[in-house]
């Protein structure tokens, strides 16, 4: 998948001397991933739709499932809390492979993507005590493990494309490890559970999100620069971000008769493309940088 790079943040640059010839640039940026999974929202909002069994006692649970995902993306997406409108429908009445449903789902809540929430399943709580005690701070405690399987189904749909673009599985076991003096009964084990499940199941939710937004990560990005008043100030401005500015002195440079300065002005083109998302000239750079490298 296309990897695109922005911008979040500046911090210390670093300048380490080289021997003979220019100095170093370290200029660490935060590089923007695409989502993990086949979705780009391309800046729209996303809405998020429950489909609950009538009568099913676990429509809360499935609730508490699409709020997380709401939060998730709020975070991720840097949005206002309750931007993403959650909506829940009745499971019976929504025929997802009918593609008329889907597009009315998405004029109903208004948005273009829709995460769909279905197929929950929950089974029921059981609880384990073991023989050993866990020792801590400083006094050995009763261990009560109380275990809860689950299923569920995720799935994305983009306004322009037939089907889902993305469908997130997770079939697994939810499992606790409770402390106490004495051995809990199972009624009393489960009670303390049950006051958890709401908050496990959103937290399940903001987790999935993040399979559908960007993720970033610092990277350190090397620039020349040559102990020249343009240089420097070549370099000032992209400590500013002023990328564009900064490669108006590196195009000159680009041409000078010495190959050295032409191939360390052609590396800081090509990175200063990649970060302005012109992936093409940041290849074409490139392969001039190193051209000219092999020649001096």
């Avoid at 370290?26 to 998020?48: C, H, M, Q, Y």
């Avoid at 002023?242 to 800081?268: F, G, Q, T, V």
Wanted: glycine share 6%.
């Amino acid at each position: 998948m296309k990897r695109r790079m922005l911008i979040a943040a500046v911090p210390v640059l670093a300048l380490a001397l080289a021997s003979c010839g220019p100095l170093t640039y370290t200029l660490p940026v935060e590089k923007r991933s695409d989502a993990a999974g086949n979705v780009d929202f391309g800046g729209k909002l996303p809405g998020i739709v429950s489909l609950v069994p009538r009568g099913d006692s676990d429509s809360t649970l499935m609730s508490a499932l699409a709020i997380g995902i709401a939060e998730g993306l709020e975070a991720d997406l840097d949005l206002d809390s309750g931007a993403v409108p959650v909506y829940s429908m009745y499971a019976d009445e929504v025929n997802l492979d009918d593609r008329a449903v889907v597009e009315y789902l998405h004029a109903a809540v208004g948005v273009d993507f829709l995460i769909v929430t279905d197929s929950m399943t929950v089974g029921e709580l059981t609880v384990e005590i073991p023989q050993e005690k866990a020792y801590v701070d400083g006094a050995f405690m009763q261990q009560s493990i109380v275990s809860l399987p689950y299923a569920f189904r995720i799935q994305v749909f983009d306004i322009t494309v037939s089907g889902p673009v993305e469908r997130l599985t997770q079939d697994d076991v939810l499992q606790w490890t409770l402390l106490s003096d004495a051995p809990l009964t199972r009624l009393r084990a489960v009670e303390r559970v049950g006051s958890e499940l709401d908050g496990s199941f959103r937290a399940m939710g903001r987790n999935a999100a993040e399979r559908f937004t960007p993720k970033w990560e610092t990277v350190n990005m090397m620039l020349y620069v040559y102990d020249d008043r343009d240089w420097t100030e070549a370099c000032r401005l992209a400590y500013l971000f002023e990328w564009e500015k900064a490669m108006d002195i590196w195009y000159k440079e680009a041409e000078s008769p010495n190959l050295r300065k032409a191939a360390c002005a052609a590396h800081n083109l090509s990175v200063a493309c990649g970060i302005l998302g012109m992936d093409n000239m940041a290849e074409e750079w490139k392969a001039r940088s190193e051209e000219l490298m092999k020649q001096y």
